[in-house]
């Protein structure tokens, strides 16, 4: 059985005719009804990005590295089936396609 829930003091948190996402803070002698809405110090709007260009050669060089990998692990077993170097490399060319892909924007 699971341990009684514990009693918080609950209650409002904050003062009453607040509306969310607004500071208030009360002005030197003024009453409880007038607020006024205080600005943050603290958000930071993002900087504005340049408008990058990819080159043209990135998606090149991925697709020539995707089939070259693939090819390369198909001749691996078409004409040189002693030896697992050629998958090894096939392996690294579709790595490094995959790699070309992530920054093609």
């Known amino acids: 059985m699971a341990p009684p829930k514990r009693k918080t003091g609950g209650g409002r948190v904050t003062p009453k005719g607040t509306q969310p996402n607004s500071r208030v803070?009360?002005?030197v002698g003024?009453?409880?009804g007038e607020r006024e809405v205080a600005a943050s110090s603290r958000y930071t709007p993002k900087a504005a990005?340049?408008?990058m260009i990819p080159?043209?050669?990135i998606p090149v060089i991925m697709l020539v590295l995707l089939i070259g990998g693939g090819?390369?692990?198909m001749a691996r077993y078409l004409i040189?089936?002693?030896s697992n170097i050629p998958t090894v490399i096939g392996?690294?060319?579709i790595l490094g396609g995959l790699w070309a892909a992530t920054k093609w924007e």
Request: hydrophobic share 50%.
């Open 49 to 51: 990005r340049r408008q």
């Open 91 to 93: 392996l690294v060319a």
């Open 30 to 32: 003024a009453s409880a």
């Open 80 to 82: 040189w089936t002693d």
């Open 71 to 73: 090819l390369m692990i």
């Open 25 to 27: 803070t009360p002005k």
């Open 55 to 57: 080159p043209n050669w």
